[in-house]
């Protein structure tokens, strides 16, 4: 028998401290043994979704093939399919955990009380900048210009969406909102204002003098950032 080779009778303690020094290195580099060790912010996004999904391969497989964490969430919560190489389970599992995430940024950075049309934007893009089709939504406000109430009232397609400006009003009345914040979102990307977002907002600030209820500003959301009508000054 040949000597580099041992027997099954053979002992040779330099090859076992070898294996088992090789396989606590492995051990040692495994995402969840580091994330024991060091914590989540030691970990990369891929490292991260791999112990999600419980498979580190294709966390790396969905970041080549997206490009980026951003990217793999907006497949994700715009999409009802299955991603490539995932189960439906696995698909579940990172959908509930995006759109959980969403929740808690929209509940944290919630401008409970408004005071610039960033923090506004802010808040609608964390709820709204992936949706698949072009809506269009109120928030009402107080005599403090605190948010009492918000509501997306009207769904369209992809590029339009109309708006019923008696619905509005009478949303408006019934929370005894003091003034309007008006937002939408472009699913193309592109943020500047239509001809039509800009009559409908004509059409709304002059409907809200008859029940003395400001219409404050405008707001255009999309994945790219945001446009107010108020800052451009055309409200």
């Known amino acids: 028998m040949n000597a580099w080779f041992p027997g099954k009778h053979d002992f040779n303690p330099n090859i076992m401290l070898t294996e088992k020094k090789r396989s606590d290195w492995r051990v ?8 024991k060790q060091a914590g989540l912010q030691a970990l990369s996004d891929k490292e991260l979704m791999g112990i999600l999904i419980g498979d580190q391969n294709l966390a790396e497989e969905l970041f080549e093939h997206y490009g980026s964490l951003r990217k793999i969430r907006q497949a994700v919560l715009t999409g009802y399919g299955l991603l490539p190489g995932m189960c439906e389970k696995m698909t579940s599992q990172l959908r509930a955990a995006f759109y959980l995430g969403q929740r808690h940024l929209a509940e944290t950075a919630c401008p409970f009380k408004v005071n610039s049309s960033q923090s506004v934007a802010n808040y609608l893009r964390t709820k709204y900048e992936h949706h698949p089709r072009e809506i269009f939504g109120v928030l009402f406000l107080n005599n403090g210009l605190e948010l009492i109430h918000e509501s997306v009232l009207f769904t369209g397609g992809l590029t339009q969406v ?19 914040i008006l937002f939408h979102n472009h699913p193309s990307g592109n943020l500047r204002p239509s001809e039509a977002d800009r009559l409908i907002t004509q059409k709304i600030t002059e409907a ?3 029940f003395d209820i400001q219409t404050l500003d405008h707001i255009i959301i999309s994945h ?5 009508f108020a800052d451009e000054r055309e409200i």
């Open 162 to 180: 109309v708006v019923d400006v008696r619905i509005i009003f009478r949303q408006a009345v019934s929370h005894l909102a003091s003034s309007l």
């Open 208 to 210: 809200g003098k008859l």
């Open 224 to 228: 790219r950032g945001y446009y107010s």
């Open 28 to 35: 040692q580099e495994e995402p969840i043994y580091r994330l």
